[in-house]
Each structure stands twice: as structure tokens, then as C-alpha cells.
Nanobody, 117 residues
Framework: QVQLVESGGGSAQAGGSLRLSCVASGMFFSKFSMRWYRQPPGKQRELVAAIHSNSTTDYSDSVKDRFTISRDNAKNTVYLQMNSLKPEDTAVYYC???????????WGQGTQVTVSS
């Protein structure tokens, strides 16, 4: 049974930092593209950052140069380091694991991030 468990959310002041973690179990972690999505209040879920099985990364324009995604395959964990936080970063952040070849797509339960000005 696949599980993705996020942690590290919480409250921060604008300009502050938070680090999210997502621990995966029940899957061949290193084969998956790992992603962080977020869903601001009243808005659609959006892709924030991705790190692929070859460790290449992609970022949305809104977080580029502020957020860093990384992975530790030995710990089955993906991280999202969030710096220079802005109030518009307030959202529920979700961890996603994707393996397109086998149509495998898994989600965590989400973790709330709230940034105050």
C-alpha cells in the first residue's frame, strides 16, 4: 500500500522560511517523479515544483529562485525548502508521486502553510 506523508507545514512571517518533507512508503521511490502542488484558498491546485527520477528539477515561475526541491532516495523522502515566503504562498501543499510509464499517480493528504504579512 502506497503512502505519502507530508510534514513541516505551519505558519511563518513574510520573508521567512519553512521546509516541507514527504516520506513515501510502499513504492519504488527512486523510479518516481516527485512533485509538490499547492491549493490556495478558493483556487485550483497548481504545480509548484518537480524533481524527476534523474534528479532534474522544474519550478513554477511564481516560486523560482525562492523554493528548492530535493530528494533523498535512501530515505524515500522529497523536500521543499521554501525561502522568502510571501502571503500568496499560503495554501495547502500536497506531495505527489508520478510514474507515467505505468500510470501510477499517488497523493499525500496535504499540509497547511500560512504566511502572514
Amino acid at each position: 500500500q502506497v503512502q505519502l506523508v507530508e510534514s513541516g507545514g505551519g505558519s511563518a512571517q513574510a520573508g521567512g522560511s519553512l521546509r516541507l518533507s514527504c516520506v513515501a512508503s510502499g513504492m519504488f521511490f527512486s523510479k518516481f517523479s516527485m512533485r509538490w502542488y499547492r491549493q490556495p484558498p478558493g483556487k485550483q491546485r497548481e504545480l509548484v515544483a518537480a524533481i524527476h527520477s534523474n534528479s532534474t528539477t522544474d519550478y513554477s515561475d511564481s516560486v523560482k529562485d525562492r523554493f528548492t526541491i530535493s530528494r533523498d532516495n535512501a530515505k524515500n523522502t522529497v523536500y521543499l525548502q521554501m525561502n522568502s515566503l510571501k502571503p500568496e504562498d499560503t495554501a495547502v501543499y500536497y506531495c505527489n508521486a508520478l510514474y507515467r510509464t505505468y500510470h501510477l499517480d499517488f497523493w499525500g493528504q496535504g499540509t497547511q502553510v500560512t504566511v502572514s504579512s
